[in-house]
């Protein structure tokens, strides 16, 4: 009886696949017809996306190389509605500006990052003040990363600039920008740290070490690819950045002396150009400079993330 029961219950299933298999052959050209639309929308809109892009950098680069030579690289901008002189001053104020506000917010952002991933992280489920501020941090760190530049450039100006008369200068624009860059640092040096593998630690646990000791031994060289990522698109961020610096920085197109100086940024400067002077061919050259930067940052990250990777790697 019960081999009767099978030899019939196999008997169904096999109808059953046969019946299946036939289906998805008379299927099988409609299926491959919706595939090869999809690829191709998909491939449409990519295209178009580069295309776009290339579009618009291709035109700033065309149109700014022209105006672009030694002694517009050379010489300060002499102000006024004309806007003639260069830009050698602006990319110096960008380069102080630059390492004052890495300098401040990436040791900030990495060990805040380090604290939220591998000391609070313990703290998950527990009740207790200590567990909600961490809760509450978690919480200021993602509601500060969608905030517009230009409420930090409003804080920046109420805070620093005035409560703390520190004036229009390079160290209340560092400030206002280290607040704008710190949830970049802090949310992706935490997702380095989590891609990190949990046996490296319980690894390195195992042998003797303290949490401190894993944590700087193990846990961060294998992480410095993504937090070396981290503070190199930060520093993209301050180079293209201009509603923080507008509000913060003063614009003066002298040479910064002091970190108590105001200054202009490269960015600062295109707005500048494009909005209170005639000289928009001066304002492509200093966007097409802007632009060569961004993209030497881009190969930059690209090429130390490699090395980084291939020395951890043994390679």
Not at 88 to 99: A, E, F
């Amino acid at each position: 009886m019960d081999k009767s029961v099978s030899l019939s219950t196999h008997a169904h299933t096999g109808a059953l696949a046969v019946s299946v298999a036939e289906l998805g052959k008379s299927n099988l050209p409609w299926r491959r017809a919706a595939q090869k639309i999809a690829f191709a929308f998909l491939w449409l809109m990519g295209t178009l996306a580069v295309a776009a892009l290339l579009a618009v950098i291709g035109y700033v680069v065309f149109q700014g190389f022209k105006v672009i030579n030694i002694e517009f690289l050379t010489r300060p901008p002499r102000g006024g509605l004309s806007g003639e002189g260069g830009i050698s001053t602006t990319i110096v104020t960008t380069v102080y500006l630059v390492l004052l506000t890495v300098g401040i917010a990436a040791p900030l952002g990495i060990c805040a990052a380090i604290y939220l991933v591998e000391y609070a992280g313990e703290m998950q489920g527990r009740t207790g003040l200590l567990p909600r501020l961490v809760e509450v941090a978690r919480f200021g760190v993602e509601t500060l990363a969608g905030v517009p530049s230009i409420i930090f450039g409003l804080f920046g100006y109420a805070l620093f600039v005035t409560a703390m008369h520190l004036g229009f200068s390079l160290i209340s624009a560092a400030l206002a920008g280290a607040c704008l860059i710190l949830p970049v640092i802090i949310r992706a040096t935490e997702e380095a740290l989590r891609a990190v593998p949990r046996s490296y630690r319980e690894a390195s646990l195992a042998l003797g070490t303290t949490q401190w000791q894993t944590v700087w031994g193990v846990v961060l060289p294998a992480a410095l690819p993504g937090i070396i990522t981290s503070i190199i698109l930060s520093v993209g961020r301050v180079i293209s950045e201009t509603a923080v610096f507008y509000v913060t920085l003063g614009g003066s197109y002298k040479m910064p002396t002091s970190i108590f100086s105001s200054g202009r940024t490269l960015a600062l400067h295109v707005y500048y150009l494009a909005m209170d002077t005639r000289a928009f061919d001066k304002a492509m050259g200093t966007g097409a400079i802007l632009i060569v930067a961004i993209v030497l940052i881009n190969l930059t990250i690209n090429y130390l993330s490699h090395r980084v990777r291939a020395k951890l790697g043994g390679k």
